[in-house]
């Protein structure tokens, strides 16, 4: 069975009752998760929209409410920790973690930042994203790990994704605008798929040039929904 996530982050805005809806709209379409991320104000203060981008960010003030929806919408939720204090407020809420790319080029390197200890101490499930193959990685065949290839480019092409390196990893992190490469990623039979999620393409929230709405993810889970029976 494909773990299917799909990635709110920042296209939320903040907004609880924009929030809900997606949350609805994930579990209606049998998305298995959906993912949001938690960074500090200094992290995207060089953002054109930094003051935007930090409604989105999960914090200790809106965590509980994030997860009173989940619950009452009847789907998981976790996060990619950018800084090692939010791990510690979100632990009792979630039951893994995402570690994004460009934090996770230390670990390929077998090198243990301190997010990736604070992460690692808690012993629940860990998503990496990687653009580089972590065959060489000292914690490659580690069970508590799972490795996603990701391009880190917004967006990608498809002609930038080397599909045929998906037999190292365990899922696939997907940049690309185009419903074309996810599919083929589930049809080269990874185990966990990564999809940004809008709600309307014809907003400008700020990740909506990787980000699928509903009728693509409709699509996408058409596929997944085969590949699963």
Known sequence: MVFIVAEIGV?????????????????????????????????????????????????????????DISQEVGINWFCTPMYPDAVNFLDRFVSRYKIREFDGREIIQSNQTDLFQTIYKKHKNIFISSETVPVNCSFYNDPQIKWLYCIPKYPCGLDDIDFSLLKHFDGFSNHCNLIEAPIRALHEGIEILEIHVTSDKTKDFVDNNVSFDYDEIKDIMKVAKVINS
């Open 11 to 67: 296209n939320w805005d903040g907004d609880f009752d924009l929030v809900k809806q997606m949350m609805n709209e994930s579990k209606l379409l049998g998305l298995n998760a959906v993912k949001f991320q938690a960074f500090t104000f200094e992290m995207v203060k060089n953002h054109p929209e930094s003051n935007r981008l930090m409604n989105s960010s999960i914090t200790k003030e809106n965590i509980e409410k994030i997860n």
